[in-house]
């Protein structure tokens, strides 16, 4: 027999599979659906690392995911055919144009006040680079004072929560560079030596399902080492670790930005699938919704978050199909959060590990393992 | 620059209006009710269908909508939230899934429109509520405008304020409140009926939500969505003001409204309302306790 650990690895080693497999059975429109929840799976993973792992329920993903997406973005706007049509041999955002002030430079550099900000976008590599570095520094900055400043628990949370509404307001109210609501849309494609990420072709999606599963596996091993153990220790009795001599800070920080690196990776995937970045990225709804999936398919669950994010989504795309289902599918959504946050707490990965458990109970030859199946190390799991 | 400070205290008497509720429900109960901007929908929906229904003004629809908020805090409280004390986050999460489910209850009028049945004043659309003619218009002050209709939100705001401090104060379940807010647990064994002061404590917020409604429902268009960004603000009054302090959410809406009001003279509504959050944040940093916090053991 197996060991649980074991068998775990199988379950993630099952899901790889299946999400390789999906071009065998699904069209290119299916393909890019899919894609898109794999990315929100993706956000899944990042959310269950920072609130399973870490114990900080952050409120304000979608800044991390934001900030990734319009990054990226902004370099792919400007390799779109568009932006080279304006009336320039360089490229110009075409909504720069339509906002210039009579008689200015269509240039870059100079069009309005702050538009020699994307300058360094025209290489699409720098926007890549930016949109990973981006959501760390900033996850780096918001966790270094935070956690420094040891403020823990719903204060996390409503700071978080604070942070991105005002990034929000000011990326709407920057409009002469981001856009405003509107955001950017009418991108180019991904360009890999010589390779366009048309959205709809099958690469496109093996792109995202790789990222995905290196992501999954990553973050799997990463909690399992050292550091990630001390992480769980951290949230589960933060003065314990710090009178043990740990500097608590720096771990919570640097999970915070390891969490906040994954968002802003799914927010540039979700890019190259669905062509446009928008502050609906930034709004409260979006990053509350995160932790629902999260905490629909177990909040203490890498592959459990993940899951649950894909399946909620691939749910209500299939039901909003259906016309006038669609504001009824909410209503289950909303009862789903509500049952699951008062009778399952551990999510639909709690049934799974319970499950296991039983099936393994039954096996004498394990006997000795089932003693240690306390609830500590299953929420660990 | 009075009508810049007259703007600003009616800003701020409209955030205390929704914070009020929110003070007492998460000092007292230690919940976050993120359906508590639901509340602030449902008092302003009471407010729409009363005026198409019974031809009633926005003064009929005060009371009907307090105890249309209450009820339905009790039974959100008796259904959810009794299962959850003590664990904070997860009554943001639940009390959010409610708030879903209230937005749809009103969208889809309660399930009717599936069976092509449709309530005139419900439903995914946009509201409008008139306000009545006294209310209407401005008169001046020293050489300044002030609109009739923000003075009264202003006046209303301090009669329920002054209404919740003496009950919170003067009476002796408001005593009770406060002993719980201190410490529960000693509190109960003092023999006070925990389980039954929360629920009232409960009632009595959201229907503060519910008349907070009412008042918005004549500036603001009245939609299903409209109570998120109010619980937002709602609450980060709270968390600045510190929490279980009646005087810090006070003070801090006043201080919010009149920046949010200065900022907005000078440049425009959005940045304005960054400016509030990113004051809120520093606070919360420096203070995490709020600028008024409770002092214990």
Redesign the interface.
Same mark, same amino acid.
């Given at each position: 027999m197996l060991s649980k650990r074991h068998t775990i690895w199988a379950i993630y080693a099952v899901f790889i599979v299946l999400t390789m497999a999906a071009p065998l059975v699904m069209d290119s429109f299916w393909l890019n659906r899919v894609a898109k929840y794999l990315v929100y799976g993706m956000l899944g993973i990042a959310v269950a690392l920072s609130w399973g792992y870490a114990g900080i329920l952050n409120l304000g993903q979608g800044l991390f995911f934001g900030a990734g997406a319009y990054m990226l973005a902004m370099s792919l706007k400007l390799a779109s055919a568009t932006s080279l049509q304006q009336g320039s041999d360089k490229p110009v955002p075409d909504f720069m144009m339509w906002n210039a002030e009579p008689g200015a430079p269509t240039e870059l550099c100079c069009i309005n006040k702050a538009s020699f900000l994307w300058l360094p976008f025209q290489s699409q590599w720098f926007g890549v680079l930016m949109g990973l570095v981006v959501p760390m520094a900033i996850a780096g900055v918001i966790g270094t004072i935070v956690f420094r400043k040891r403020i823990s628990g719903v204060f996390v949370s409503i700071i978080t929560l604070a942070v991105v509404l005002l990034v929000r307001l000011v990326v709407i109210d920057a409009q002469p560079i981001t856009n405003g609501f509107n955001g950017l849309t009418d991108l180019g494609w991904l360009n890999v030596g010589g390779f366009e990420f048309d959205p709809y072709v099958v690469q496109t999606y093996y792109l995202v399902a790789i990222s995905l599963a290196v992501v999954l596996i990553g973050t799997r091993l990463l909690v399992e080492t050292r550091a990630g153990l001390i992480l769980q220790a951290i949230r589960d009795d933060e003065n314990r670790v710090r009178y043990l001599g740990f500097d608590v800070p720096t771990y919570q920080t640097f999970f915070f930005a390891v969490s906040a690196l994954i968002a802003g990776f799914a927010g540039m995937l979700y890019v190259v699938v669905s062509e446009f970045a928008s502050p609906t990225f930034l709004d409260l709804q979006f990053s509350i919704t995160m932790v629902v999936w999260a905490a629909v398919g177990g909040r203490a669950s890498i592959l459990g978050a993940c899951l649950g994010a894909i399946l909620i989504n691939t749910i209500s795309a299939t039901v909003s199909e259906t016309a006038g289902f669609a504001e009824g599918w909410k209503v289950v959504i909303g009862l789903v959060f509500v049952l699951v946050v008062l009778y399952l707490p551990r999510g639909l990965a709690g049934i799974a590990h319970d499950l296991l458990d039983r099936l393994r109970r039954r096996t004498p030859a394990d006997t000795v393992r089932v003693g240690d199946a306390t609830g500590a190390s299953q929420l660990a799991e | 620059m009075l009508e810049v400070l007259f703007i600003g205290l009616s800003l701020g008497s409209v955030l205390l209006l929704v914070a009020l509720g929110l003070a007492i429900t998460y000092g007292a109960m230690g919940v976050?009710n993120m359906a508590h901007g639901e509340m602030v929908m449902v008092g302003a929906y009471v407010t729409v269908l009363s005026g198409i229904w019974l031809g009633a003004n926005i003064f009929v629809a005060i009371p009907l909508a307090f105890i249309v908020t209450a009820l339905l805090g009790l039974l959100i409280e008796k259904l959810?939230v009794r299962? &959850?004390y003590g664990r904070?986050?997860?009554t %943001? &999460?639940?009390t959010?899934?409610?708030?879903? %489910?209230i937005?749809?209850?009103v969208?889809?009028e309660f399930?009717l429109s599936?069976f092509g049945i449709h309530i005139e004043g419900l439903g995914?659309g946009l509201q409008n509520v008139a306000v009545p003619e006294f209310l209407q218009g401005a008169f001046s002050i020293g050489g300044a405008e002030i609109n009739r209709y923000r003075a009264f939100i202003i006046l209303v705001t301090a009669i329920l304020a002054l209404l919740t401090w003496l009950i919170m104060y003067r009476t002796p379940i408001g005593t009770q409140v406060r002993a719980i807010i201190r410490n529960p647990k000693m509190a109960a064994a003092c023999g006070i009926d925990v389980e039954r002061v929360n629920a009232l404590t409960f009632a009595f917020g959201s229907g503060l939500a519910g008349i907070a409604g009412v008042m918005v429902s004549g500036f603001k268009t009245v939609f299903p969505d409209m109570g998120?960004p109010m619980v937002?603000d709602g609450?980060?009054v709270v968390?600045m003001g510190g929490v279980g302090s009646l005087l810090g959410s006070v003070f801090s809406a006043g201080i919010l409204g009149e920046i949010n009001g200065l900022v907005a003279s000078v440049t425009?509504d959005?940045?304005a309302?960054?400016v509030v959050?990113?004051i809120?944040?520093a606070i919360?940093?420096l203070k995490?306790k709020g600028l008024f916090a409770l002092k214990g053991r």
């Open positions: - | 976050i959810v299962k &959850l904070l986050l997860d %943001l &999460l639940a959010w899934g409610i708030a879903i %489910l937005q749809q209850a969208r889809l399930g599936f995914p998120t937002v609450f980060l968390v425009n959005i940045l309302r960054a959050f990113g809120v944040i919360i940093i995490p």
